[in-house]
C-alpha cells in the first residue's frame, strides 16, 4: 500500500512536470522579461539610487530576448542602406561606421540630432580617432534585444582585433523616413542602469521556474 503511495505521488510529480513544460511551451508567444542589474555603486546618484547603501543592487525589467548564439553583423554597401527594420537599421548603422561615410553616417541618425552628430564629424581630429578605432574593430555581434517604451535596444559587442571586447547598446526609433539611431535616452536613468548593467554587472533572462511562478 505504502510503496503504491509512492508511486503515485512520483507520478504525480512527474505529471505536474509535464503539465508545466507543456503549459511554458504554449505561452512562449508572450513577451519575455530580460533583466539588466548592477550594484548602486556603479551608477551616478539618481531616482534609482535614492537611500540605497552602495553594496545594494538594482535592476529593471524590460521586455525582450538574449539570443541563443551571438549574431554577428554582415556589412553591407551604401546602395544596400535599408531603415525598414531595426536590424536593417543596425546593419546600416555599423556599415556607414566602418565605411567613414560621414554622409551615410549622418543619415542613420533621426533628424533633430544631425547637427550634433555632424558638429563632431567636423572636428578634424575627434574624426580622425573615430576613424582610427573603426580600424581596431573586426566584428560586431548583437547579443539580444529589447523594447523600452517606443525603443528598440541592441545589445551589441565590438570585437577589436586584439580580442578585446567593448559592449555597447544601440538605441533605434521608428521615424517617418524608417527606423534610426538615436542619443535620446541618454540621459533617461533607466537607460543609464542598463548600460551600465550591460558594461560592468549583469543582464539575463530568468530561469525556467522563475517565470513559472512569477
Known amino acids: 500500500m505504502y510503496k503504491n503511495r509512492g508511486k503515485m505521488k512520483y507520478s504525480f510529480w512527474i505529471l505536474i512536470i509535464v503539465f508545466s513544460f507543456t503549459f511554458y511551451g504554449c505561452s512562449r508567444g508572450e513577451s519575455e522579461k530580460v533583466t539588466f542589474q548592477c550594484p548602486v555603486s556603479l551608477l551616478q546618484e539618481s531616482s534609482l539610487t535614492k537611500g540605497k547603501k552602495p553594496s545594494d543592487k538594482v535592476e529593471i525589467n524590460v521586455d525582450g530576448t538574449l539570443y541563443k548564439s551571438p549574431k554577428t553583423l554582415v556589412l553591407v554597401g551604401k546602395e544596400k542602406d535599408n531603415h525598414d527594420t531595426p536590424f536593417s537599421a543596425v546593419v546600416s548603422t555599423i556599415s556607414a561606421n566602418k565605411s567613414n561615410d560621414a554622409e551615410w553616417i549622418l543619415n542613420n541618425f533621426i533628424e533633430e540630432e544631425r547637427d ?99
Do not use: C, P
Open 116 to 214: 550634433q552628430i555632424n558638429s563632431l564629424i567636423e572636428n578634424k581630429e575627434a574624426f580622425e580617432k573615430y576613424k582610427a578605432y573603426q580600424t581596431t574593430i573586426k566584428d560586431t555581434q548583437i547579443i539580444g534585444e529589447v523594447k523600452f517604451e517606443n525603443h528598440i535596444i541592441y545589445l551589441m559587442k565590438f570585437i577589436q582585433l586584439d580580442g578585446n571586447e567593448r559592449k555597447v547598446l544601440g538605441v533605434y526609433v521608428k521615424t517617418k523616413t524608417g527606423w534610426k539611431q538615436t542619443n535620446s535616452l541618454v540621459n533617461d536613468d533607466n537607460f543609464t542602469l542598463m548600460y551600465t548593467a550591460y558594461a560592468g554587472g549583469k543582464v539575463f533572462e530568468k530561469s525556467f521556474f522563475e517565470k513559472l511562478f512569477k
